[in-house]
Nanobody, 124 residues
Framework: QVQLVESGGGLVQAGGSLRLSCAAS????????MGWFRQAPGKEREFVAA?????YYADFVKDRFTISRDNAKSTVYLQMNSLKPEDTAIYYC????????????????????WGQGTQVTVSS
């Protein structure tokens, strides 16, 4: 079992930055694939970024967002820069044990463990 707790969301103006954190329980964090997904009102949940021993990003966040992990703290981060109003959504941290393929890391159905979500609102 893995429990995930996100933090760091909030209200920011366009062009601003936020850093999301996701603290994970469990003893196998260093070999756990961690992902960030988001869901805006009326839209499906979509992939944002994932990290194994490598990192993967959705095209719409490349060069703006950075995913990283601290295995000693069992925490994954999402640094979000140059935020846009269209980035407004609930951001969810997700985990699955072991390493997936680059394709599977972008599929929310592959992740059995989810956090409660944190709201990110970007004003124009």
């Amino acid at each position: 079992q893995v429990q995930l707790v996100e933090s760091g969301g909030g209200l920011v103006q366009a062009g601003g930055s936020l850093r999301l954190s996701c603290a994970a329980s469990g003893r196998t964090f260093s070999t756990t694939t961690m992902g960030w997904f988001r869901q805006a009102p009326g839209k499906e949940r979509e992939f944002v970024a994932a990290i194994t021993w490598s990192t993967y990003y959705a095209d719409f966040v490349k060069d703006r967002f950075t995913i990283s992990r601290d295995n000693a703290k069992s925490t994954v981060y999402l640094q979000m820069n140059s935020l846009k109003p269209e980035d407004t959504a609930i951001y969810y941290c997700a985990a699955h044990l072991g390493w997936g393929t680059p394709e599977s890391t972008q599929n929310p159905k592959v992740f059995p463990y989810w956090g409660q979500g944190t709201q990110v609102t970007v004003s124009s």
